[in-house]
């Protein structure tokens, strides 16, 4: 798992639209005025549903930044 990248939710082309709908969700929840301890729980199923199916719990949060670009052995200053 070390060496394999994770996928998310930014990475995809074409999305599915149950992905579609899931991510919309997660997103709009927290504007709606629902109680806080229903958010809480819609977004942990949503990213327990995405760490089952797709690998990586954090699918539709946003991707990590690097700080800069990856070296090669050559590429050492």
């Known amino acids: 798992m070390k060496g ?13 639209e149950f992905l579609k709908a899931l991510d ?7 504007y709606e005025g629902w109680c806080r301890m229903h ?4 977004q942990v199923a949503i990213d327990q549903y995405a760490e089952a199916a797709l690998g990586n719990r954090e699918f539709f949060l946003n991707k990590p930044h690097s700080i800069g670009g990856s070296r090669r052995n050559g590429e050492v200053p």
Do not use: G
């Open 4 to 16: 394999e990248r994770p996928t998310y939710f930014s990475d995809m082309q074409e999305p599915p």
């Open 24 to 30: 919309h969700a997660r997103r709009l929840s927290c």
């Open 39 to 42: 958010i809480e729980a819609i």
